[in-house]
């Protein structure tokens, strides 16, 4: 998995097989996961600083198109996506004006 081919999908589930309970994902930093009571750290040491756009499209992806639009709307918003096989909170903001996501596995 590299910068430009990854999935949330592929994220949630390596965060997971690492013991996390978050998946951090922000426009211009690597994705990070956070395990109980540590540091947030890298999910994959391969892939680099997340494209904005690219961000974007996959998070809409994920939403529905209606929530999408309010999320557009108001720039922030709680979603449960499904997502390997069960239901995935996501807290999605703008953080200067780029997409960001915290994934609460």
């Given at each position: 998995m590299?910068?430009?081919d990854w999935m949330f999908e592929d994220l949630v589930l390596r965060a997971?097989?690492?013991g996390a309970g978050r998946l951090h994902l922000a426009a211009g930093a690597p994705p990070l996961m956070r395990r109980?009571?540590?540091d947030l750290m890298p999910v994959d040491k391969a892939i680099g600083p997340l494209e904005p756009a690219r961000l974007a499209?996959?998070?809409s992806r994920l939403v529905?198109?209606?929530?999408?639009?309010r999320l557009e709307l108001t720039g922030?918003?709680?979603v449960s996506v499904f997502c390997c096989a069960r239901?995935?909170?996501l807290s999605?903001?703008?953080a200067s004006g780029e997409w960001a996501a915290v994934a609460h596995l």
């Open positions: 590299t910068g430009r997971e097989e690492e109980r009571g540590e499209r996959e998070l529905e198109p209606e929530d999408w639009r922030s918003g709680e239901v995935v909170r999605l903001y703008r």
